[in-house]
């Protein structure tokens, strides 16, 4: 009976011993790279301002992408990243890893890191769009949802696909987040 205890007891120490210090819940997941589906833990962009977007290229707002581009060449070095999540939940992205790897670098020169396709609402959503969904009461309606977080991971807000990457309140949002210190 001491050894269960024992072991009730050390389990919550040896789970925090696995979670990345410093990393916020919304960033403690792994995706596979879009280009090469090597995967890549979404704590490296601790202390950044974030905005996860779902990503289609078969849709009406895909022309998206060039804005969402642009914000990242624009903020990234003052600390913003954006992070495409391709997802076929709307039924317009069908095509393979690779072919919209090649899709949003030819067409729109994207350069901000992008993910494997995977499911972004329901029961099949990947723990991070579970997790954002929750937070915001919102799951993604459509393609090109946005969620932004702050340095700190918290969620800031969550704009529809109508809220384009230009949108003033968006980028006001995201220059305001981006003018807080990082958290040590």
Not at 4 to 19: N, S
Not at 77 to 106: M, R, W, Y
């Amino acid at each position: 009976m001491a050894g269960l205890l024992a072991i009730a007891l050390l389990a919550p120490a040896a789970q925090a011993a696995d979670t990345p210090q410093g990393c916020p819940a919304t960033l403690q997941h792994t995706f596979l790279r879009l280009q090469d589906e090597k995967p890549q833990s979404l704590c490296q962009y601790s202390g950044k301002v974030v905005l996860v977007v779902n990503t289609a290229s078969f849709c009406g707002f895909t022309g998206q992408y060039k804005g969402l581009e642009d914000l990242h060449a624009r903020y990234k070095d003052k600390g913003l990243v954006v992070l495409g999540f391709p997802s076929n939940d709307f039924s317009q992205e069908t095509g393979s890893n690779q072919q919209i790897a090649d899709f949003c670098e030819n067409t729109f020169g994207v350069k901000f890191p992008m993910f494997a396709k995977s499911s972004v609402k329901g029961p099949e959503a990947s723990p991070l769009y579970r997790q954002l969904a929750q937070l915001s009461g919102t799951a993604p309606r459509w393609n090109f949802h946005k969620y932004l977080l702050g340095r700190d991971g918290k969620l800031v807000d969550n704009y529809s696909s109508l809220t384009g990457p230009d949108n003033k309140g968006l980028v006001r949002a995201i220059e305001q987040q981006l003018a807080l210190p990082a958290p040590r």
